[in-house]
């Protein structure tokens, strides 16, 4: 993979990252087969929870983005209506589309400050016509770690509701884990302008803490990460800014956290496994949670 050049130390936009100049993981490089051994010991009862949403063309989208799905045919009138002595034929699909749309998982290339991307990557030298030179979605591995649910939808949070320190007392994270949040807001899921309006979520103390546990991955009921309007409004989107360009720490996007809260169930074994767009700067996912 093409190497990318480190820029000059600025503080104020991204820390080094301290696994070297070539690291593209970020906290995922706590995740080993240690914690993933800790993670499957939680598997009692192999209840499974899927906290992935359905992906069509009506799910809610950030402006100027869409998913579209078109079935191909063709191969019916190529061949013929059918092909061989015992009639087979087939359909296809094809999309048109970003990753960063539905259940999906951010690479670090997704969110810069300024020019820097984690670990001090230019843009101008991640972008290609193609995709990412470094930090693309096909560098993630696959993510099998202990998941905890944090759940204040008792708190009735709206729009730039601010989720805090106090919210995860409950909590104890250990490098390598995952904190998902449930606020509720993913009730509004089926009514894209309710639920495109603004969301609640972590504010940048807790994204603070999460890194300062080296928490690997973090995720929430809603389209983005964080509070929207923002604790500062003119600083927009910075707690994910804060969490990938500075920490390496991963975001998971409109995860369906309703059965896991409604269950109370606390901690988990997470799975998450994504396709390997090479370039991409992030990846549809379905991820499962199992106790």
Request: glycine share 12%.
């Amino acid at each position: 993979m093409h190497e990318t050049h480190r820029a000059p130390a600025d503080p104020s936009a991204w820390f080094p990252s301290p696994w070297g100049d070539g690291d593209e993981l970020g906290m995922l490089n706590h995740v080993t087969p240690a914690t993933r051994l800790r993670a499957l010991s939680l598997v009692r009862e192999g209840r499974l929870y899927d906290l992935g949403r359905v992906l069509d063309e009506h799910v809610p989208v950030f402006p100027g983005r869409s998913f579209h799905q078109t079935l191909v045919t063709t191969a019916h009138r190529a061949n013929h209506g059918s092909v061989g002595d015992n009639d087979v034929n087939w359909i296809t699909e094809v999309f048109a589309s970003t990753t960063q749309l539905g259940t999906h998982l951010d690479a670090l290339s997704h969110l810069q400050a300024g020019p820097y991307a984690y670990n001090g990557r230019r843009v101008e030298e991640l972008a290609s016509p193609a995709g990412v030179t470094a930090l693309g979605v096909e560098t993630v591995p696959q993510i099998v770690t202990r998941g905890w649910l944090v759940d204040v939808s008792e708190r009735d949070l709206g729009p730039g509701g601010v989720i805090t320190v106090d919210d995860v007392a409950g909590i104890d994270p250990e490098p390598g884990d995952a904190v998902l949040f449930h606020t509720g807001w993913g009730d509004r899921w089926d009514d894209p302008e309710a639920y495109l309006s603004g969301e609640p979520g972590p504010g940048l103390e807790l994204a603070e803490w999460l890194a300062g546990r080296g928490v690997a991955l973090t995720g929430c009921d809603t389209w983005s990460y964080g509070p929207v309007p923002a604790e500062d409004p003119a600083r927009n989107f910075e707690v994910p800014q804060v969490l990938n360009v500075r920490h390496g720490v991963f975001v998971v996007e409109n995860l369906d956290t309703s059965g896991l809260a409604l269950d109370g169930v606390r901690d988990f074994a997470l799975v998450l496994t994504h396709p390997k767009l090479r370039g991409a700067t992030g990846a549809w996912t379905s991820p499962i949670a199992l106790t």
